[in-house]
């Protein structure tokens, strides 16, 4: 499992998709916290906090992640080796899990710089630390559990087909419903304590709350579940292919 983790990695970054998904990332939020003249730009605010980068990294992931993981099985289908992987000496769990840990990651290492601009502001505090690091901190913990429901899900649509592209379009719908919808239909459709409930079961809910600084078990178990609800899926479409 360890090697096939390896490989992942290795495919990422010698292919040029790790860098780039890094760097894309990095600029993208870089943009909207220090240069463009919109809401989210620290200077221009006068306030040190990082909320615009843990408001924007969400959508940004929404597209990158996916462009991540829309390789991991489309590719291995279309080129005919997914039937060589299936016969090494590994479970399916152990393939999943390696290909889905490799995505984390990536993740991981694109979220690592991103600490330059915390001590950025830090620093730029008045007094120099002057800061809420607890909420910070907490939504680096919010950000790395839905980056990985994002991993999970990506990981899942590529397994059902065996074209990147719509393995691409099906990660960004899913990702979106899940992290969004819900919060729509409680929106627009259903209010109330039924309401209140829907809107829970999406990802931004419980990543909202992890973001107020304060992790609580609840939204810890929901990110796991989501993450196992989709591995799980992933694992009986793979399997799906042993009944035709």
Excluded at 16 to 31: A, D, S, T
Excluded at 152 to 174: C, K, W, Y
């Amino acid at each position: 499992m360890y090697t096939l983790f390896k490989k992942e990695i290795n495919g990422f970054l010698n292919s040029l998709i790790g860098y780039i998904v890094m760097i894309v990332f990095l600029i993208m939020i870089g943009l909207f916290l220090w240069v463009f003249p919109l809401e989210f730009n620290i200077l221009d605010n006068g306030f040190a906090n990082l909320d615009g980068l843990f408001i924007l990294a969400p959508f940004v992931f929404l597209f990158l992640i996916p462009a991540i993981t829309m390789r991991s099985f489309a590719d291995e289908k279309k080129s005919g080796t997914i039937e060589l992987l299936m016969t090494q000496p590994l479970t399916d769990t152990q393939v999943i899990l390696a290909k889905y840990f490799a995505g984390v990651a990536l993740v991981v290492f694109s979220l690592i710089p991103t600490l330059v601009y915390y001590f950025s502001v830090y620093r730029m505090g008045l007094p120099p630390g002057n800061l809420d690091s607890g909420a910070i901190w907490g939504s680096y913990t919010g950000l790395f559990f839905l980056g990985g429901g994002f991993v999970a899900i990506g990981i899942f649509a590529s397994s059902l087909t065996d074209n990147q592209i719509v393995s691409f379009i099906l990660a960004v719908f899913i990702s979106f419903f899940v992290y969004m919808g819900f919060e729509f239909i409680y929106t627009f459709i259903i209010s109330g304590k039924a309401g209140l409930i829907i809107e829970s079961l999406g990802l931004n809910a419980h990543y909202s709350s992890m973001s107020r600084g304060v992790i609580d078990t609840r939204d810890v178990i929901y990110f796991i579940s989501v993450i196992v609800l989709f591995l799980l899926l992933t694992k009986l479409s793979l399997e799906s292919r042993k009944w035709q």
